[in-house]
Each structure stands twice: as C-alpha cells, then as structure tokens.
C-alpha cells in the first residue's frame, strides 16, 4: 500500500464526506471539520423537509462514511479568518493535505438601493431556517402575506414551496430576469407548486411581453402552451410570474419595512444564440411585504484561499 496520511478535510457536505471515503479507502486518516454539528451540509440543511426519504438515505450513507475508524468527525469546528482554526493553523498542525470543500457560503446580493430594509432576505438563510439550521431557526423571517423571490431556478421552487404550503400566505411573486423558456428550475420540481399558479395571470404576463419573445425568435402558441392551464389557483392562495423585470429599488414603508419592490422592464437580444436581458430604464413597481433573493450563492472568501468571482 501507498504511504498513509493524515489529511484534513474542511466542510462535512456531500463533497467532503464522499471524499474522506476515498480518502480513507485508500488507507489514509482524515480529520473532518465541519461549521455545523451535524454532518451532510446541504443535503441536511438545503434538500427541502419533506423530502424526507431523500434526506435520510443520504444520512444513512454519510453515517457509514463516518464511522470507519480511520475518519475523525468534529462538529461546531469553524475553519478560516476570526474562526475557531484558521488554514494556517491547521497548516501548522501538520496535516500532509488539507482539502477545502466549504460550499459556497456567501451570500450573493443585487446592490441595489433598500437591500438592507427589513423583510428583505436571502434564500440560503429562508433554507437553512426552515431546515431547522441554528442560529437560522431562531430568527423570525418576517415574510408578511406578500412575497417576491428573485430568481426562477430550483431554489425558488422550495422557497415558493414553504411559503405557500407551509406558511399559506397569500401570493408569491416571482421576479425573472428573462422569459419563461429561461427558466432554470426543474418541471419536476415545479409540481409543487403548480396548484397555485394563476393560470389567468400568467396567459396576461404571456401576452404582455410576446413582443420581445417574438423578437428573439421565441413561439407564442408553444410558450402559452407549456406554461398556461385551464385551472385555478388552489386555496385562493397564488403563484405569479413578473418576467423581463430586473429589480432596481427596494422600497420601505414608514415602519422601515419593505413596501414594495421597484423593477426595471427588459428586453432581450441574442448574443452567441443566448438570450440576454437589455434594461429599458422604464420601471414599476410590485407591492409586495417581503422580498428573497433566490439568485445563487458565491464562495466565503472569509475561509482564506485566494478567490475572485468571474462574475
Ligand atoms: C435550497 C437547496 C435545495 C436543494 N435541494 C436539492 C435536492 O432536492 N436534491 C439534490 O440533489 N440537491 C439539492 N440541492 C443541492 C445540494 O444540496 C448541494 O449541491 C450539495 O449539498 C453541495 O455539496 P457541498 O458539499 O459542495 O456543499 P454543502 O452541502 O454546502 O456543504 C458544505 C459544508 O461545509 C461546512 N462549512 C462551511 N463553511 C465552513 C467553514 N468555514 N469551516 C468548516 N466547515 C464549513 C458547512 O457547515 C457544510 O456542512 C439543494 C441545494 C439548495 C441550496
């Protein structure tokens, strides 16, 4: 067998539990070290509550992972900048490899005016509350009966899908750059929340913005097609889509709360056979209590490896 070693592994998510396994089936020690108690990262805390079959035979496997007696497990241990163990800490330590696999833990935001109004939240935090994640399930997401999300992939979809079947509040808006063709979240995912989606809304928000779909080659009977049905939204409660709309201003209230959310009207050009949103610099604005950015996340540059963000 090859020379065994002790190896550092940074972050217990499904990238780090699966590569102290090789790690550790290939004869070498692994120290774990994970920011929260509980191992699994985002597939304890990010993969939606009721996907509970999901969620615990991915526990079953990370507790296999963990018990071989060659991986050491500590929980609650911080790795980084200000944290319990910094890199150079552990690269005093010893370790013949230290191996980073943190997720991506910063927060992306829009820098637009208002972001710091109160209602205004990110996805990950909304996830991690509802995932029961301390100090994230302690905190009160004041989400009021109205809501925008910001984004239109599969996180959107499990955001849309607390908010309206487990929080019941009345309408959730979502906000999108683009068309409906642009859509990065899964049909599959969507079902969800497709009882609440306001057929009648969405065939209006279809013909409102056909011009531009049109202009970039897109086909209107097809698009109505795929995204209009001949239902109503369950429970009175309702999903609806503001597309070619970028966000531009949060607007607060007297009480320092979100009132509304102002948004820039798009259109789309191609560029490479792509298509990419053009602001119009015509704006309106979309009453809503709270608003949650579902628009990705970007690596904690706090750990202290060099990074810099291609966006
Ligand atoms: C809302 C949401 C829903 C999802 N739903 C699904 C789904 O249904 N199905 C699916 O297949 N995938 C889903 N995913 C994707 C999946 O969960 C992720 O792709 C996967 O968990 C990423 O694994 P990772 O190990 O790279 O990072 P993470 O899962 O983020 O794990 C990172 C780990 O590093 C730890 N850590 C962070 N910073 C530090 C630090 N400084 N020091 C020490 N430890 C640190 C964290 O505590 C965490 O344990 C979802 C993701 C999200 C956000």
Same mark, same amino acid.
């Given at each position: 067998?090859?020379?065994?070693?002790?190896?550092?592994?940074?972050?217990?998510?499904?990238?780090?539990?699966?590569?102290? /396994?090789?790690?550790?089936? +290939?004869?070498?020690?692994? #120290?774990?070290?994970?920011?929260?108690?509980?191992?699994?990262?985002?597939?304890?805390?990010?993969?939606?509550?009721?996907?509970?079959?999901?969620?615990?035979?991915?526990?079953?496997?990370?507790?296999? =992972?963990?018990?071989?007696?060659?991986?050491?497990?500590?929980?609650?241990?911080?790795?980084?900048?200000?944290?319990?163990?910094?890199? &150079?800490?552990?690269?005093?330590?010893?370790?013949?490899?230290?191996?980073?696999?943190?997720?991506?833990?910063?927060?992306?935001?829009?820098?637009?005016?208002? &972001?710091?109004?109160?209602?205004?939240?990110?996805?990950?935090?909304?996830?991690?509350?509802?995932?029961?994640? @301390?100090?994230?399930?302690?905190?009160?997401?004041?989400?009021? !009966?109205?809501?925008? =999300?910001?984004?239109?992939?599969?996180?959107?979809?499990?955001?849309?899908?607390?908010?309206?079947?487990?929080?019941?509040?009345?309408? #959730?808006?979502?906000?999108?750059?683009?068309?409906?063709?642009?859509?990065?979240?899964?049909?599959?995912?969507?079902?969800?929340?497709?009882?609440?989606?306001?057929? *009648?809304?969405?065939?209006?928000?279809? &013909? /409102?913005?056909?011009?531009?779909?049109?202009?970039?080659?897109?086909?209107?009977?097809?698009?109505?097609?795929?995204?209009?049905?001949?239902?109503?939204?369950?429970?009175? /409660? !309702?999903?609806?889509? !503001?597309?070619?709309?970028?966000?531009?201003?949060?607007?607060?209230?007297?009480?320092? *709360? #979100?009132?509304?959310?102002? +948004?820039?009207?798009?259109?789309?050009?191609?560029?490479?056979?792509?298509?990419?949103?053009?602001?119009?610099?015509?704006?309106?604005?979309?009453?809503?209590?709270?608003?949650?950015? +579902?628009?990705?996340?970007?690596?904690?540059?706090?750990?202290?490896? @060099?990074?810099?963000?291609?966006?």
């Amino acid at each position: 067998m090859s020379q065994q070693h002790l190896v550092a592994v940074v972050g217990a998510g499904p990238a780090g539990i699966y590569g102290t /396994r090789k790690l550790a089936e +290939a004869g070498h020690r692994v #120290v774990l070290l994970n920011r929260d108690i509980k191992p699994g990262g985002l597939a304890e805390y990010g993969i939606f509550v009721d996907k509970e079959k999901m969620k615990t035979g991915l526990r079953k496997q990370f507790k296999r =992972i963990l018990a071989d007696p060659k991986v050491f497990y500590l929980g609650h241990a911080s790795v980084g900048r200000d944290k319990a163990l910094s890199l &150079e800490d552990l690269k005093n330590l010893g370790f013949s490899a230290i191996v980073v696999t943190a997720g991506a833990q910063g927060t992306k935001k829009l820098g637009i005016e208002g &972001e710091d109004t109160i209602g205004v939240y990110h996805a990950k935090d909304v996830v991690y509350h509802y995932n029961f994640l @301390p100090p994230f399930s302690q905190r009160t997401f004041e989400v009021g !009966r109205r809501v925008a =999300i910001i984004g239109m992939g599969n996180v959107m979809v499990d955001v849309a899908n607390w908010l309206l079947n487990h929080k019941k509040i009345d309408h #959730v808006i979502v906000v999108a750059r683009r068309g409906p063709i642009e859509k990065a979240y899964d049909d599959s995912e969507f079902e969800v929340i497709e009882p609440y989606l306001d057929n *009648r809304d969405m065939k209006q928000e279809i &013909e /409102r913005i056909a011009p531009q779909l049109i202009a970039v080659g897109q086909n209107i009977e097809e698009i109505t097609r795929k995204f209009v049905r001949d239902t109503e939204p369950a429970e009175g /409660r !309702r999903l609806t889509f !503001r597309y070619l709309c970028s966000p531009t201003k949060v607007i607060s209230n007297d009480q320092g *709360r #979100v009132a509304a959310l102002e +948004a820039e009207e798009n259109v789309m050009v191609l560029q490479d056979g792509k298509t990419v949103a053009k602001g119009t610099g015509k704006t309106h604005c979309i009453d809503v209590d709270c608003v949650i950015y +579902a628009i990705g996340d970007q690596v904690d540059a706090s750990i202290g490896l @060099p990074f810099s963000s291609l966006l």
